[in-house]
């Protein structure tokens, strides 16, 4: 016997038939446990009504909302801006405690609680502002509903416009039904979310005093202290026309650093020293190959470089399209806005884009992996030369001048040895967090779903 489901009349605005299809003329299942009971969206929250006209000699806080539930948060850094650079005059006031969303962003999760700090800051109609009925709704749970992946595949489904601005439909969103358990029973859920995630939050917190305490133990061990710069201005400077070549400064800067132990150039304990090249793109034969090819982005995470985003062919390398570098080689970032992370060469071969420059380092001389850590904790001073116009440029000649504090090799051990352990204790951090919060989520979601 065929089974009849009958449904009751819907109706959509003209304007909103690019968005009409059965999937959500009603609500969509999302594959919700039935164990609570469900309740539409728009049943306990309410659109904020506070709305005023933008004043051109008043300043404003503005908000914005990052996606995949990454908070709601100051635009323009936290910065003002006065009504007279607002191009909307007709905006929604936002209050602590308020629902919010992005109409674009829905669709990648950008939803959020409006926090405390950003109380009587304004938004445009882009980002509806809703109240919330706290007897009915935890904002935190709603939140977290929202940005769960189900949630989003139904956003984007009733997001509809060009392909940059589709907006979600904000009554489907309204109309949409969640499971609702008892507000004794969501902080009961969201308390074991919260403990995870705030362990992730204590071990992301660790790993940055760590790394400030890594720095504070090398110039205590050092006894490195650093002069400030010092500009010496004037109306007539002159420069010989082949340091022009290299440098050219408004002012210029003095720079010196003290130490209980000696201080040399670095380039005294150099063997070699070369900066990458990038091969001709217009010969396809010499990319995608086994040679890691690094570039600034590739820096800074890891000790030892491991992963490159690129990588080109030994057929580049035979015809001399490219520069390598070995293992145990230091690569420092000579140009752009990261000028002075550093990484040590893992593999036998690499090469490097322009952007990076490679050495390697006298080990009779010196330990390779306290030249490392050194400039890694010191880039005040591996980056006090660098040019002062456009790009930021620490060249070769620059790199060799970088004043080295030299202890004797036991106390260099020494130092290695104590950075190595917070090194690796730092690393295992990094690995737990993302596990830390997948096990927030998935506790969460196992409750709802």
């Not at 304007?15 to 306990?44: C, H």
């Not at 201005?233 to 209980?260: C, G, N, P």
């Not at 904790?377 to 591996?382: F, L, S």
């Not at 116009?389 to 051990?413: F, G």
Request: hydrophobic share 35%.
């Amino acid at each position: 016997m065929t089974k009849i489901t009958n449904k009751f009349l819907h109706f959509a605005n003209y304007k909103d038939i690019p968005n009409w299809s059965v999937q959500y003329a009603d609500e969509e299942d999302l594959g919700f446990t039935k164990k609570y009971p469900m309740a539409r969206i728009g049943s306990f929250l309410v659109k904020s009504q506070d709305v005023i006209e933008v004043q051109d000699d008043i300043e404003y806080k503005q908000v914005t909302i990052k996606i995949n539930n990454g908070g709601v948060v100051p635009r323009n850094n936290g910065a003002t801006i006065k009504g007279l650079k607002i191009g909307t005059k007709r905006q929604h006031v936002v209050h602590a405690g308020q629902f919010i969303m992005s109409k674009i962003d829905a669709r990648n999760g950008a939803y959020g609680i409006v926090p405390k700090e950003l109380e009587g800051a304004i938004v445009t109609n882009d980002f509806p502002v809703f109240d919330v009925d706290a007897e009915k709704i935890v904002p935190q749970f709603l939140v977290l509903i929202s940005t769960t992946d189900n949630f989003i595949e139904f956003a984007r489904k009733c997001s509809s416009g060009t392909t940059n601005r589709k907006r979600i439909d904000i009554d489907a969103f309204l109309n949409q039904q969640i499971p609702l358990p008892s507000v004794d029973k969501q902080e009961e859920i969201l308390k074991e979310y919260n403990a995870n995630i705030e362990s992730a939050i204590q071990k992301r917190n660790e790993i940055q005093f760590w790394a400030s305490e890594s720095q504070e133990f090398i110039h205590n061990k050092l006894g490195i202290k650093v002069k400030e710069a010092k500009k010496v201005e004037s109306q007539l400077q002159f420069i010989h026309l082949k340091d022009t070549m290299t440098r050219w400064d408004a002012f210029v800067e003095t720079f010196a650093i003290e130490s209980k132990y000696k201080i040399e150039n670095l380039g005294r304990f150099l063997l070699s020293i070369s900066t990458g090249m990038t091969p001709p793109t217009s010969h396809p034969e010499y990319f995608d190959g086994d040679v890691k090819f690094f570039t600034p982005s590739d820096l800074g995470s890891e000790k030892y470089l491991d992963f490159s985003s690129r990588t080109i062919s030994n057929i580049a390398i035979t015809n001399k399209k490219a520069r390598i570098y070995h293992k145990g080689d230091i690569l420092f970032v000579g140009i752009g806005s990261t000028v002075g992370k550093v990484g040590i060469v893992k593999d036998e071969i690499v090469s490097s884009n322009q952007q990076i420059t490679g050495f390697t380092v006298d080990s009779k001389k010196i330990n390779p992996e306290y030249v490392y850590y050194y400039l890694l904790y010191n880039r005040e001073i591996t980056t006090a030369d660098q040019s002062k116009t456009t790009l930021p440029i620490v060249n070769q000649d620059k790199i060799c001048k970088i004043p080295i504090v030299v202890p004797p090799i036991e106390a260099q051990k020494e130092i290695v040895d104590f950075l190595d352990n917070m090194y690796k204790t730092a690393k295992n951090n990094e690995k737990e967090i993302p596990l830390l919060e997948r096990k927030a989520l998935m506790s969460f979601e196992s409750q709802i779903f």
